[in-house]
């Protein structure tokens, strides 16, 4: 009898392990063929006039109680600086085709206002205009991205803005710049020629939008060495018809990217941020996921007007859209962040580095207040969102070498419904180190990996981190501002070269190998 239990026990020990490895993923890398670089401006941020975006968010004023450097909070701009924003996009949105940037220079108190229809209809007084934006890039060193207005703005009117930003000389503009206080130009790179013109950009056909994109990107002129990278306005989701004829009818050489906008929301019922179980954190990572497909078909448009590659796709507006929270503004577009959105974004991020041959920037929406958000403000108060700490793990990714990998996702099973349950990106840095970022979006089913770099040495240091929550709709508030923060994460094992973890339910792992010179 006794024979007949060991026999039992070592035949079962032989199957779990023959299961376990059946159903690890096994993770290679092929850090020989890394050679794309994942520009840093995928990781790139939005902020529009809209809700508590700029003003409240950044924007407190010279004389706020809030400690401020010149009307900018200082909160605010310490913790962007933490993820190093690398450009900003600004002011709009819709926003950006009602804004005049005139109304926006001079002496604060004599800025005419207006209402901003888009958002609530309140009253934009312009005390935040282009000076103050570039006070703020500087304050963040980040790159400003300027979307110019073409739904009801001029020719003149854009063309004048980019004289008076950028143009050294003696000019009408440079020197109403001189008067204004700022002698220098600002040297801006990144224009948007206006955005949207599908819809609030003016509800323009694409082939009218590109004749408008031909003539305003014509006047929007480049001074001395900065040379202005201009962005046409892309598609909205799955409007192929748009890139193609942006792709047909606009000359190459004039614009250095199109854009594309597409957010993980169903308009028919766009569901609360929080209040949400298993079947809809599913169906929002679904809804995310679709997004692979449509940045497969604009790309594949792009590939057969420019095999070369040299319009780049600019990801500039996505995220998670819900219902607004009970009690606030609808106009002003403020949701909750959850780990449900630090995996939106985290899975987001993967892809658009594997895609970084044709994507070179994208911005998520919207920094503060508004809804993806990185950071939430509250007059003096300040909390950082799930979404933050995902941005603080992948900085590892800026201007990295993105290395291939290659695996076979395991399934997140809901019901009849499947996705791939497990997404990973790899890059090297300048200084050798790998950096893999590995997301299990499965909600209540670890799932084992291997990973094998290729070359891990037994000197090799690893160092990993993990962001997971208690709940699958745990949040950070002002009073419990840690429920959702990174941590360090020491459950692996490194065996014949390979590194050997399960990735919990609802997580996501960034790991850094470095090599240790031998010796
Ligand atoms: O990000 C909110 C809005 O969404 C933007 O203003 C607009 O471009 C998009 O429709």
């Given amino acids: 009898m006794k024979k007949y239990l060991l026999i039992s026990a070592i035949l079962l020990a032989i199957a779990s392990l023959t299961f376990a490895q059946k159903n690890t993923t096994r993770i290679e890398l092929s850090t020989d063929e890394a050679s794309e670089t994942i520009s840093r401006h995928i990781y790139g941020h939005f902020s529009e006039h809209l809700g508590n975006c700029i003003y409240g968010g950044y924007w407190v004023g010279y004389d706020a109680p809030i400690p401020n450097t010149n009307g900018i909070r200082n909160d605010v701009v310490t913790a962007l600086r933490k993820i190093g924003i690398p450009n900003l996009r600004w002011p709009g949105g819709c926003f950006a085709d009602e804004y005049h940037w005139m109304d926006g220079i001079g002496d604060p108190a004599e800025r005419p206002k207006m209402v901003n229809t888009h958002w609530g209809g309140v009253t934009e007084d312009n005390s935040f205009g282009t000076h103050e934006f570039l006070e703020l890039c500087n304050q963040l060193d980040t790159e400003p991205v300027i979307c110019g207005n073409v739904g009801s703005g001029t020719v003149k009117e854009m063309s004048q803005w980019v004289e008076y930003l950028n143009f050294g000389g003696i000019s009408p503009m440079a020197d109403l710049r001189r008067v204004n206080g700022q002698d220098e130009p600002w040297g801006v790179k990144y224009w948007g020629v206006g955005n949207e013109n599908w819809g609030c950009g003016g509800n323009m056909t694409a082939e009218f939008y590109a004749d408008q994109y031909r003539r305003y990107a014509t006047y929007a002129r480049s001074y001395g060495e900065n040379r202005l990278y201009k962005i046409a306005g892309g598609a909205g989701g799955a409007d192929y018809h748009w890139t193609e004829t942006l792709m047909k009818n606009i000359p190459h050489h004039m614009m250095q990217g199109i854009s594309l906008h597409h957010y993980t929301v169903d308009w028919s019922n766009k569901g609360s941020a929080t209040q949400f179980g298993d079947s809809l954190h599913f169906e929002v990572l679904r809804r995310c996921l679709e997004v692979e497909e449509v940045i497969d078909r604009h790309i594949a448009i792009m590939d057969k007007y420019d095999p070369e590659k040299k319009v780049a796709l600019v990801f500039d507006e996505?995220?998670?859209?819900?219902?607004?929270?009970?009690?606030?503004?609808?106009?002003?577009?403020?949701?909750?962040?959850?780990?449900?959105?630090?995996?939106?974004?985290?899975?987001?991020?993967?892809?658009?580095?594997?895609?970084?041959?044709?994507?070179?920037?994208?911005?998520?929406?919207?920094?503060?207040?508004?809804?993806?958000?990185?950071?939430?403000?509250?007059?003096?108060?300040?909390?950082?969102?799930?979404?933050?700490?995902?941005?603080?793990?992948?900085?590892?990714?800026?201007?990295?070498?993105?290395?291939?990998?290659?695996?076979?996702?395991?399934?997140?099973?809901?019901?009849?419904?499947?996705?791939d349950a497990v997404s990973v990106s790899a890059s090297q840095d300048k200084n050798g180190r790998i950096h893999l970022s590995v997301v299990n979006i499965d909600h209540d089913t670890k799932h084992p990996v291997v990973i094998n770099t290729g070359e891990l040495g037994e000197d090799d240091a690893v160092n990993c981190r993990i962001l997971q929550s208690d709940e699958i709709n745990s949040y950070n508030t002002f009073g419990r501002p840690d429920e959702v923060v990174p941590e360090p994460f020491s459950k692996y094992k490194i065996k014949d070269g390979e590194i050997r973890m399960d990735i919990p339910a609802s997580s996501i792992v960034v790991l850094e190998i470095s090599h240790q010179e031998e010796g």
């Fill in 318 to 419: 996505w995220g998670t859209w819900y219902e607004v929270e009970p009690g606030t503004n609808p106009g002003f577009l403020f949701q909750q962040n959850t780990m449900r959105d630090a995996l939106v974004a985290a899975l987001t991020l993967n892809y658009l580095n594997e895609k970084c041959d044709r994507v070179k920037m994208a911005n998520i929406a919207q920094t503060i207040n508004v809804l993806q958000a990185l950071i939430f403000t509250d007059g003096p108060e300040m909390v950082l969102t799930p979404t933050y700490h995902v941005y603080e793990m992948y900085k590892v990714h800026h201007d990295a070498t993105m290395i291939p990998v290659d695996f076979e996702s395991p399934v997140y099973r809901y019901g009849d419904r499947e996705l």
